[in-house]
């Protein structure tokens, strides 16, 4: 059977342009061809996941009916009663999976046979679902919307993270000719800019200049102008790579009549490292910063564990981006990976204030903003040399 991973060869986009052209004529014409539609997703998760990746898909199949069965429970328990431990271990057990995933690895030196390509985004959707039920923004859960949610092919392996009360605004019905018709100028410009993006940029910076850089980074060893030029090269194949994916699971999604937000939005163009986190990656770090960061910081201060505003949130910052460097990997870099980012974000707010206090007495003009780029930047790209592993080749080889 044929194996293709999402977005990665012209055979994949011939596919998808033959499949999904019933569809777009169907949403020109304001219909939804549910059955057709179901068919397709359908075929192409069989692609990412059948063939040789068979034991994903038995993976995926598994993790859905233990998701729903978590999902359905909590929902009944919802309209039984309000328990706060129920509430706590709804989310454990639907975390539970990828945690598993994350550690075997470090535990076993074997990759955890439940995973599979995109388990930590669908986890991300299902917490959602839990949290937004806990606040009763969810009263009731339909079973085939819940599987289209989750199972949506476009952003099943790598995101964008979709909501599901919006995802379903756009999902149940059909948009007006003229709203798919800007969609689908949205989506075809999205799918050229991918392409630029992914097999352009993206393999120049990692397929044509990484290596050599890296290789005489390594030759060198220690602290070289070649582990300088590493440094950014990463960074640029990282950033054009991964948003280059985006912009083709954004487009798809788009040619399905599905406003999936974007993913990215000039990350390299912000003045300080919060904004950074403002623009880069724009569905995790908003899902972060709402269902973690967000909910601890109103536990310690509803429970009144600390009072200083600046400590609490500083203290949130810390919790928030540990999660983030654990969930990348347990190793030590992505975990100092995740401890420089919550240390830049505590600086950087630590300056947002005294500048604050101080507006009158100290400059503010392009010269400055383009500094604040400029600095933004570097230190952005510093934490991607730690977060590359590179460093571990480096210094720690046998």
């Given at each position: 059977m044929l194996n293709l991973q999402p977005y990665q060869n012209p055979t994949y986009f011939l596919l998808l342009g033959l499949g999904l052209l019933p569809i777009m004529v169907g949403l020109l014409n304001g219909k939804r061809f549910r059955v057709y539609e179901t068919v397709i997703s359908f075929l192409f998760l069989l692609l990412t996941f059948g063939g040789p990746k068979w034991q994903e898909g038995l993976a995926l199949i598994g993790y859905i009916v233990f998701e729903l069965c978590i999902l359905y429970a909590?929902?009944?328990?919802?309209?039984?009663?309000?328990?706060?431990?129920?509430?706590?271990?709804?989310v454990i057990l639907a975390i539970l999976p990828l945690v598993i995933v994350k550690l075997t690895p470090a535990l076993s030196g074997h990759n955890s046979l439940i995973g599979f390509l995109g388990i930590s985004y669908l986890t991300f959707k299902?917490?959602?679902?839990?949290?937004?039920?806990?606040?009763?923004?969810?009263?009731?859960?339909?079973?085939?919307?819940?599987?289209?949610?989750?199972?949506?092919?476009?952003?099943?392996?790598?995101?964008?993270?979709?909501?599901?009360?919006?995802?379903?605004?756009?999902?149940?019905?059909?948009?007006?000719?003229?709203?798919?018709i800007q969609l689908l100028g949205k989506g075809v410009f999205y799918i050229f800019l991918g392409f630029l993006y992914k097999f352009v940029l993206a393999y120049f910076f990692g397929s044509v200049l990484l290596p050599k850089v890296g290789h005489v980074a390594l030759f060198d060893?220690?602290?070289?102008?070649?582990?300088?030029a590493y440094m950014y090269v990463y960074s640029m194949d990282l950033f054009f790579d991964f948003a280059g994916y985006s912009l083709f699971a954004v487009a798809i999604s788009y040619l399905l009549g599905v406003k999936t937000p974007i993913n990215f939005n000039k990350p390299f163009s912000a003045p300080n490292?919060?904004?950074?986190?403002?623009?880069?990656?724009?569905?995790?770090?908003?899902?972060?910063?709402?269902?973690v960061y967000m909910r601890f910081v109103f536990f310690i201060m509803k429970n009144k564990l600390l009072t200083n505003k600046v400590t609490i949130a500083n203290l949130g910052y810390l919790v928030l981006f540990l999660l983030m460097g654990f969930w990348h990997g347990v190793t030590w870099y992505y975990i100092v990976y995740g401890l420089f980012h919550a240390c830049a974000i505590i600086i950087c707010d630590a300056w947002l204030r005294f500048k604050k206090k101080h507006q009158a007495k100290l400059p503010s003009n392009k010269a400055t903003h383009l500094l604040g780029i400029v600095i933004t930047f570097n230190v952005v790209c510093f934490s991607f040399l730690i977060f590359s592993g590179f460093l571990d080749t480096l210094f720690f080889r046998n």
């Open positions: 909590y929902l009944y328990h919802r309209r039984q009663k309000n328990s706060g431990s129920v509430f706590v271990l709804a299902v917490v959602g679902i839990v949290m937004e039920m806990r606040d009763g923004l969810i009263k009731e859960l339909d079973f085939k919307e819940v599987l289209h949610f989750l199972l949506f092919f476009p952003t099943i392996s790598s995101g964008p993270i979709d909501r599901y009360r919006r995802f379903l605004q756009d999902y149940n019905k059909a948009p007006s000719k003229e709203e798919y060893g220690g602290i070289s102008w070649a582990l300088v490292i919060k904004e950074f986190w403002n623009r880069w990656h724009m569905t995790l770090s908003f899902w972060f910063r709402d269902y």
